[in-house]
């Protein structure tokens, strides 16, 4: 060892310096030249009511340049098969390291999509099982339910040296079951649904959505195919004619002098409907999935998804169709007690994954668990996973409200994941509302004052203490704490649930009270939605709204979402004797130039495309000849530029008076949107405000129980109060409301709570409490009851 004789302190190196993230002149969304300095390697928590503009500054602005930036730092052979990111609208962005997003958005609803694919661990299964599996039947392909078995045979040609032509055979066993072809469900096709065998097809016997018989090409192939009598009705069909009809295999025919492809109805039917995501369809087309298609386990796999032959392999008596069905929990221990030195990095890398689903709290899934079921919050959590264990230090990591569905009791141990992620030398950035986490944040960003146009400014920047003891709307509400009911109503009746089991659920029995506001709760995983939604099915008398993502394009606005464009147009369309079309962007009024959207885009290949303002219509979407026209003194433009609020005032007196409009916008009011303008596009809204969206749009259908999920998620402290007094409202009409939450808020104003628990998974799925909150935080026996007894003081 050489010894170190110059003891004076080194000099600065210039590279120690660069220990802030920096962000000067930011104008994405609704920011206001937004001026922020982030230390690096600590916690930092931005928070705000919702629509501030934090999304905006964390997520569209440092993680999107971030990753920009690395992207360009690739071929641009690369580049054109990735992602085009624009540049944010932002002066000065300085000390950025390589951001890792852990986002809240839906892991793919993909039927093949599972928990075990999502997150790798059924790959190593796969591997483990084709080296210990007996009787062993192939390579790990061999039990994935994704890859086919295929066989084939036949002459190839083999081009070396002299071209000669030889036999061949391939064959290559896949872990598919052939029958469901790898998604544990068989569909069965109401046939009534899709035509009236009374008519014939020239009389318009199909009553599949948008199929008509005149004009429809579709139709059209079928009638003049030659394989069936169109003129006939389907009822008097031979049993050959049948066969063609609806299971015929796919030929060329010629209709009206142009070739065609014939193929049966039912192959038809699978190929443009089932082939597509259920969520994303039209509700028309939806609805007629629903009604025309059942789906049913698979009987040949019994819903493992997997081939006889996969299920057929054991290690220890345990198939590869069992141990993903297992509770996580369970199937780490399984692994942990394997003695196999022949694969022993194997069960360490595997053991490692399973013990990081336990360890954030998630070890009451299963790996056969459909990814498109789990909770924006699950999703969130198991994207996590893969980052626990990195070796990587000094990048940044920004998680989007890390604690959504989470019970008090789980956020203490997300807190620690956080912490932990820091001291490894990382600097992480949480957009975040809830005080439990806030209070951890070595820095905290507090955005404002307002929502939309009323934020988008830096209110507060320093510690929690700073914050408690400034004037902002956070740290204002942050010591808040809802008081337990003294007086709570009476229900005007029940709901009996008996012998729920739908999951984890174990033949559960109880009454929900009707006429009262009612709170599910319990830990993470205890069995709340199954509980709610499993038992509780959407019928006439019953409002679900759940956490299903809102689709919609940039075309998209809170004005033709919620349905209020439809009364507007056929008011300027009634005062202007036109038709109502030119007043959508979207149809006979939009501008030529962009099409309706506002901007145009120019697609630059690899690099971020550029979209610019319109110069035809300057941003308003609409023809000039349509701009003409006005309603009560406006135009079709200046009324989507309205806010909520605004246009309230506008339609609900005078000659501008709309009521259809009005009673929208105030469902719209009720739930804090007043400050969206009506022609925001559905994209920049965040994810608060989408659920709240979702939740005035449902509050239009007639119902005497309204069923919500989580209705707190992405509300500010400030909002929570706002969300209690509607639930109020609610009750207060005549409406029963039952609510899944874990907000200590929400519970304290209920008036009655169902606990479940005590654990999760197999370890919970019981009724631990009903009672009122009073009676819970004065019992203290189940998790619950200890942490709302804390959070009101008792």
Same mark, same amino acid.
Request: hydrophobic share 40%; proline share 5%.
């Given at each position: 060892?050489?010894?170190?004789?110059?003891?004076?302190a080194?000099?600065?190196?210039?590279?120690?310096?660069?220990?802030?993230?920096?962000?000067?002149?930011?104008?994405?969304?609704?920011?206001?030249?937004?001026?922020?300095?982030?230390?690096?390697?600590?916690?930092?928590?931005?928070?705000?009511?919702?629509?501030?503009?934090?999304?905006?500054?964390?997520?569209?602005?440092?993680?999107?340049?971030?990753?920009?930036?690395?992207?360009?730092?690739?071929?641009?052979?690369?580049?054109?098969?990735?992602?085009?990111?624009?540049?944010?609208?932002?002066?000065?962005?300085?000390?950025?390291t390589t951001?890792?997003?852990v986002?809240?958005?839906?892991?793919?609803?993909?039927?093949?999509s599972?928990?075990?694919?999502?997150?790798d661990?059924?790959?190593?299964l796969?591997?483990?099982?084709?080296?210990?599996g007996?009787?062993?039947?192939?390579?790990?392909?061999?039990?994935?339910?994704?890859v086919?078995?295929?066989?084939?045979?036949?002459?190839?040609?083999?081009?070396?040296g002299?071209?000669?032509?030889?036999k061949?055979?391939?064959?290559?066993?896949?872990?598919?079951?052939p029958?469901?072809?790898?998604?544990?469900?068989?569909?069965?096709?109401?046939?009534?649904?899709?035509y009236?065998?009374?008519?014939?097809?020239?009389?318009?016997?199909?009553?599949?959505?948008?199929?008509?018989?005149?004009?429809?090409?579709?139709?059209?192939?079928?009638?003049?195919?030659?394989?069936?009598?169109?003129d006939?009705?389907i009822?008097r069909?031979?049993?050959?004619?049948?066969?063609?009809?609806?299971?015929?295999?796919?030929?060329?025919?010629?209709?009206?002098?142009?070739?065609?492809?014939?193929?049966?109805?039912?192959?038809?039917?699978?190929?443009?409907?089932?082939?597509?995501?259920?969520?994303?369809?039209?509700? $028309?087309?939806?609805?007629f999935?629903?009604?025309?298609?059942t789906?049913?386990?698979?009987?040949e796999?019994?819903?493992?998804?997997?081939?006889?032959?996969?299920?057929?392999?054991?290690?220890?008596?345990v198939?590869?169709?069992?141990?993903?069905a297992?509770?996580?929990?369970?199937?780490?221990a399984?692994?942990r007690?394997l003695?196999?030195?022949?694969v022993?990095?194997l069960?360490?890398?595997?053991?490692?994954?399973?013990?990081?689903?336990?360890?954030?709290?998630?070890?009451y899934?299963?790996?056969?668990?459909?990814?498109?079921?789990?909770?924006?919050?699950?999703?969130?959590?198991?994207?996590?996973?893969?980052?626990?264990?990195?070796?990587?230090?000094?990048?940044?990591?920004?998680?989007?409200?890390?604690?959504i569905?989470?019970h008090?009791?789980?956020?203490?141990?997300?807190n620690?994941?956080?912490?932990?992620?820091?001291d490894?030398?990382?600097t992480?950035?949480?957009?975040?509302h809830?005080?439990?986490?806030?209070?951890?944040?070595?820095?905290?960003?507090?955005?404002?004052p307002?929502?939309?146009?009323?934020?988008?400014?830096?209110?507060?920047?320093?510690?929690?203490e700073?914050?408690?003891?400034?004037?902002?709307?956070?740290?204002?509400?942050?010591?808040?704490?809802?008081?337990?009911?003294?007086?709570?109503?009476?229900?005007?009746?029940?709901?009996?649930?008996?012998?729920?089991?739908?999951h984890?659920?174990?033949?559960?029995?109880?009454?929900?009270p009707?006429g009262?506001?009612?709170?599910?709760?319990?830990?993470?995983?205890?069995?709340k939605?199954s509980?709610?939604?499993?038992?509780?099915?959407?019928?006439?008398?019953?409002?679900?709204?759940?956490?299903?993502?809102?689709?919609?394009?940039?075309r998209s606005?809170?004005?033709?979402?919620?349905?209020?464009?439809?009364?507007?147009?056929?008011a300027?369309?009634k005062?202007?004797?036109?038709?109502p079309?030119?007043?959508?962007?979207n149809?006979?009024?939009?501008?030529?130039g962009?099409?309706?959207?506002?901007?145009?885009?120019?697609?630059?290949?690899?690099?971020?495309?550029?979209?610019?303002?319109?110069?035809?219509?300057?941003?308003?979407?609409?023809?000039?000849?349509?701009?003409?026209?006005r309603?009560?003194?406006?135009?079709?433009?200046?009324?989507?530029?309205?806010?909520?609020?605004?246009?309230?005032?506008?339609?609900g007196?005078?000659e501008?008076?709309?009521?259809?409009?009005?009673?929208?916008l105030?469902?719209?009011?009720?739930v804090?949107?007043?400050?969206?303008s009506?022609?925001?596009?559905?994209?920049?809204?965040?994810g608060?405000?989408?659920?709240r969206l979702?939740?005035?749009? $449902?509050?239009?259908?007639?119902?005497?129980?309204?069923?919500?999920?989580?209705?707190?998620?992405?509300?500010?402290?400030?909002?929570v109060?706002?969300?209690?007094?509607?639930?109020?409202?609610?009750?207060?009409?005549?409406?029963?409301?039952?609510?899944?939450?874990?907000?200590?808020?929400?519970?304290? $104003?209920?008036d009655w709570?169902?606990?479940?628990?005590?654990?999760?998974?197999h370890?919970?799925?019981?009724?631990?409490?009903?009672?009122?909150?009073?009676?819970?935080?004065?019992?203290?026996?189940?998790?619950?009851?200890?942490?709302?007894?804390?959070?009101?003081?008792?």
């Amino acid at each position: 060892m050489a010894t170190r004789t110059d003891t004076r302190a080194p000099a600065p190196q210039a590279s120690d310096s660069h220990d802030l993230i920096r962000v000067h002149g930011a104008r994405v969304n609704n920011l206001k030249d937004v001026s922020v300095e982030i230390p690096k390697r600590r916690l930092t928590v931005f928070t705000g009511v919702s629509g501030s503009g934090k999304s905006s500054l964390v997520f569209s602005t440092i993680a999107a340049e971030s990753q920009r930036m690395i992207n360009e730092t690739y071929s641009a052979f690369v580049q054109g098969f990735m992602p085009t990111l624009a540049r944010p609208e932002v002066d000065v962005l300085e000390g950025l390291t390589t951001a890792i997003i852990v986002d809240q958005q839906r892991l793919g609803a993909d039927p093949r999509s599972t928990v075990g694919t999502v997150t790798d661990a059924n790959a190593m299964l796969r591997i483990l099982f084709s080296r210990l599996g007996e009787p062993h039947i192939g390579p790990p392909g061999a039990y994935a339910f994704n890859v086919p078995s295929v066989r084939a045979s036949g002459a190839i040609t083999v081009e070396r040296g002299n071209k000669k032509t030889v036999k061949a055979t391939f064959d290559r066993t896949g872990g598919m079951c052939p029958r469901c072809e790898g998604r544990g469900t068989v569909s069965d096709i109401d046939l009534t649904q899709l035509y009236d065998d009374s008519k014939s097809l020239s009389e318009g016997a199909f009553t599949i959505p948008g199929w008509k018989s005149d004009s429809q090409w579709t139709v059209q192939v079928y009638a003049q195919s030659g394989f069936v009598d169109p003129d006939k009705p389907i009822r008097r069909y031979t049993r050959k004619e049948l066969q063609d009809f609806l299971y015929g295999e796919p030929v060329k025919v010629k209709v009206n002098g142009v070739n065609l492809t014939y193929e049966g109805l039912i192959p038809k039917i699978q190929k443009s409907f089932l082939s597509k995501d259920k969520e994303a369809m039209q509700p $028309h087309i939806r609805a007629f999935v629903e009604r025309a298609v059942t789906f049913t386990t698979c009987p040949e796999c019994e819903g493992t998804r997997l081939s006889e032959g996969a299920r057929s392999s054991k290690i220890d008596r345990v198939s590869i169709a069992d141990a993903c069905a297992m509770q996580i929990s369970d199937l780490a221990a399984w692994v942990r007690g394997l003695d196999e030195p022949s694969v022993a990095p194997l069960l360490t890398a595997l053991g490692g994954t399973l013990d990081s689903f336990v360890e954030i709290g998630l070890g009451y899934l299963s790996l056969d668990r459909p990814s498109g079921t789990l909770s924006g919050g699950e999703a969130q959590r198991v994207k996590m996973i893969r980052h626990l264990g990195s070796s990587l230090t000094d990048v940044t990591y920004v998680f989007d409200e890390p604690t959504i569905g989470l019970h008090p009791h789980d956020i203490q141990r997300m807190n620690g994941l956080l912490l932990r992620l820091r001291d490894k030398g990382n600097t992480v950035l949480v957009v975040e509302h809830k005080p439990e986490t806030i209070v951890i944040a070595d820095h905290i960003v507090d955005l404002g004052p307002g929502a939309g146009t009323a934020g988008g400014t830096v209110c507060f920047e320093g510690t929690v203490e700073g914050l408690r003891a400034g004037d902002t709307v956070t740290g204002r509400h942050f010591d808040d704490r809802a008081a337990v009911k003294k007086t709570v109503r009476e229900p005007t009746g029940v709901l009996e649930i008996r012998g729920a089991h739908t999951h984890n659920l174990r033949e559960v029995d109880v009454d929900v009270p009707l006429g009262v506001l009612t709170v599910v709760t319990g830990v993470a995983g205890s069995g709340k939605s199954s509980l709610v939604h499993g038992s509780i099915p959407p019928g006439e008398n019953v409002v679900s709204v759940d956490q299903g993502a809102i689709r919609g394009s940039r075309r998209s606005n809170p004005a033709t979402y919620t349905g209020l464009l439809d009364p507007i147009r056929k008011a300027f369309a009634k005062a202007n004797d036109v038709k109502p079309a030119l007043f959508s962007a979207n149809s006979e009024g939009a501008c030529p130039g962009c099409n309706g959207a506002g901007v145009v885009y120019s697609d630059l290949a690899m690099m971020a495309g550029v979209a610019s303002t319109c110069d035809e219509c300057e941003g308003k979407r609409f023809q000039s000849a349509v701009l003409e026209y006005r309603f009560a003194g406006r135009d079709i433009s200046e009324v989507l530029a309205m806010s909520v609020a605004e246009a309230e005032e506008f339609f609900g007196t005078g000659e501008g008076r709309i009521p259809a409009a009005h009673r929208v916008l105030g469902r719209l009011s009720d739930v804090g949107l007043g400050y969206l303008s009506l022609g925001q596009p559905l994209t920049t809204l965040s994810g608060g405000e989408r659920q709240r969206l979702k939740l005035a749009t $449902h509050m239009a259908e007639k119902g005497g129980v309204y069923v919500l999920d989580e209705p707190t998620a992405g509300l500010h402290l400030a909002d929570v109060q706002q969300l209690l007094g509607l639930l109020d409202r609610i009750v207060d009409s005549g409406t029963s409301v039952v609510v899944v939450e874990h907000h200590q808020a929400v519970m304290a $104003h209920a008036d009655w709570i169902i606990d479940l628990g005590p654990g999760a998974g197999h370890d919970g799925g019981r009724i631990v409490f009903e009672g009122t909150p009073a009676d819970l935080v004065a019992g203290r026996a189940t998790l619950t009851g200890e942490h709302l007894a804390a959070y009101v003081g008792a």
